[in-house]
């Protein structure tokens, strides 16, 4: 029987020679992954079912990153108990202040995930492996606190829709203009419970971390994963940061989709996601003036150096318009070392920003950018549900790291083109 990707990692993981659509499995974790918010509930079942230990000290994992550096005693005290905890179990991958960063970000870059891994988390965005080959969903704290006990969890095989893409992208253009499109033309419950398959001469034109933005937007079209497929740029990245073989899994030819979309990315314009869903979209050229009050540049979708380095392009030597907040945030330390070295630190805090450590932050409306009722803010962050970063009378435009530092210099939404 023919299989998609996703359906061959699962059946591999699963001990089966085959699966479908509907049937369900129990499944083999390479990976158990919480943070400082949804670990501590995993805690906490883990404790009640009576479990002495975890099923691997090596495969779980434990990212502060929310909340953290800690913003109130709430959050401190959430972030002791995970700590405490991975210190009593011996959890080798525990990443603290100073150490970690956002934690689909760090992950990767830590070679902690490689094509053909299965890996589950307890936040909604671990879907973003998927840019590497990797099946990898958001599942609840109770999964996770099974997960990290006997290293397996149930899975419905999903079907799948297949994304063709082709042509090449146009400067200023990157994966989260591409995922944006997407959500616009399918909708946020278009791929509901479904598998976004992606591939095509196209990805030649996107870097990892174009894939790892849209893998990680795959939620937002309600998918149950994103995942590409493999290629020389997804084992050169996983051979330059783990020492873990990739196995690659790659679509039967006769695979069944529920549908084949294509995608011309040279056709792709920037494109901005407007209150209160990722679906509802706008290229920038559409826009007619729409005033801001903040924006911000980092999370698990565009907190990647090579989103800092577009935004840096056109920021500097500029200034941020008056009437804007510009917050920065490398998604993890290595990105934040990197940013120093080569400048880019520099040439946003001269153009009028503030760059924090590495932090969820904002992105749910937790600190370092809260919006006032009223209050308007461009982020290249996943999400821009009402009050997602705050007030439920602010709006918040999702959009590239490009367009977002071009509206920061404008005080309004901007295109990149206007600024340089």
């Not at 085959?18 to 919480?34: F, P, S």
């Not at 994103?226 to 695979?255: C, N, P």
């Amino acid at each position: 029987m023919s299989m998609t990707m996703t359906q061959k990692i699962l059946a591999a993981h699963a001990g089966l020679e085959k699966v479908e659509a509907g049937q369900l499995i129990l499944v083999n974790l390479d990976r158990v992954l919480g943070n400082d918010i949804t670990s501590p509930v995993a805690i906490r079942e883990f404790n009640k079912f009576g479990f002495d230990g975890v099923y691997d000290k090596e495969k779980v994992t434990m990212v502060m990153d929310h909340f953290a550096p800690n913003k109130d005693i709430k959050a401190a005290v959430q972030c002791k108990m995970c700590r405490d905890f991975c210190n009593e179990k011996e959890i080798t991958h525990f990443y603290d202040v100073g150490r970690m960063g956002i934690e689909h970000a760090l992950l990767p870059e830590k070679g902690l995930v490689v094509a053909g891994d299965v890996v589950i988390g307890a936040d909604s965005h671990t879907c973003t492996y998927g840019a590497l080959g990797a099946f990898s969903t958001g599942v609840g704290s109770t999964d996770m606190a099974c997960g990290m006990a006997i290293g397996k969890a149930w899975f419905k095989v999903p079907s799948a829709i297949k994304f063709v893409l082709k042509g090449k992208l146009n400067k200023y253009i990157s994966g989260k203009d591409v995922i944006l499109h997407i959500i616009g033309k399918i909708g946020v419950d278009g791929a509901l419970y479904k598998s976004m398959e992606f591939c095509g001469e196209g990805l030649k034109s996107l870097t990892i971390y174009d894939r790892l933005t849209m893998a990680n937007m795959a939620i937002e079209a309600g998918a149950k994963n994103g995942i590409f497929e493999v290629d020389e740029q997804t084992l050169a990245y996983i051979k330059e940061h783990s020492d873990r073989e990739a196995v690659i899994y790659k679509a039967d030819e006769d695979a069944v989709y529920d549908e084949v979309i294509e995608i011309d990315l040279s056709e792709i314009k920037s494109t901005v996601a407007f209150p209160h869903l990722p679906e509802n979209t706008h290229t920038t050229d559409e826009i007619e003036e729409i005033v801001i009050d903040q924006v911000v540049i980092g999370s698990c979708t565009n907190g990647h150096y090579k989103d800092l380095e577009e935004a840096a392009e056109i920021i500097k030597g500029k200034k941020v318009a008056g009437n804007v907040r510009a917050i920065i945030i490398p998604a993890t330390q290595d990105i934040y070392l990197k940013a120093v070295e080569n400048g880019l630190v520099k040439a946003f805090v001269e153009a009028g920003c503030v760059v924090s450590t590495p932090t969820c932050g904002p992105c749910l409306g937790g600190y370092m950018g809260i919006l006032a009722k009223g209050e308007r803010a461009v982020a290249t962050t996943n999400r821009n549900f009402v009050g997602r970063m705050g007030d439920v009378e602010s709006e918040v435009y999702l959009a590239s790291p490009a367009v977002a530092a071009a509206s920061a210099i404008m005080g309004r939404i901007a295109d990149p083109k206007e600024v340089m």
